[in-house]
């Protein structure tokens, strides 16, 4: 049964920081994304990442979050530092057996996604 399960979510004061983490099994996967959606808003890439460690940001998080993978414990992490009230969301995990050759921020991309972690910034 694959499963992926975020954890680490939580309130922070602007200029905070926070890690997420996200507990993947069941299967291996190509490629692991984050992805976050606020109120009234679309789901919105954060981060991706594949096996091979290529990666890719979306622009309003460049420079202060950093994805990486933990392969022994097949475990997803999201570094976000410099936090900003705009960054709360519901932030989701997801993952996909294939990756494409042009990594995009795509949900579509993903086939397997976890319940969401919710993190909150107050200013």
């Known amino acids: 049964q694959v499963q992926l399960v975020e954890s680490g979510g939580g309130s922070v004061q602007a200029g905070g920081s926070l890690r997420l983490s996200c507990a993947a099994s069941g299967t291996s996967f190509s490629m692991y994304g984050w992805f976050r959606q606020a109120p009234g808003k679309e789901r919105e890439g954060v981060a991706v990442i594949t096996s091979g460690g290529r990666t890719t940001y979306g622009d309003s998080v460049k420079g202060r979050f950093t994805i990486s993978k933990d392969n022994a414990k097949n475990t997803l992490y999201l570094q976000m530092n410099s936090l900003k009230p705009e960054d709360t969301a519901m932030y989701f995990c997801?993952?996909?057996?294939?990756?494409?050759?042009?990594?995009?921020?795509?949900?579509?991309?993903?086939?397997?996604w976890g319940q969401g972690t919710q993190v909150t910034v107050s200013s």
């Open positions: 997801a993952a996909n057996s294939w990756s494409p050759v042009l990594l995009r921020l795509r949900p579509g991309d993903f086939g397997y």
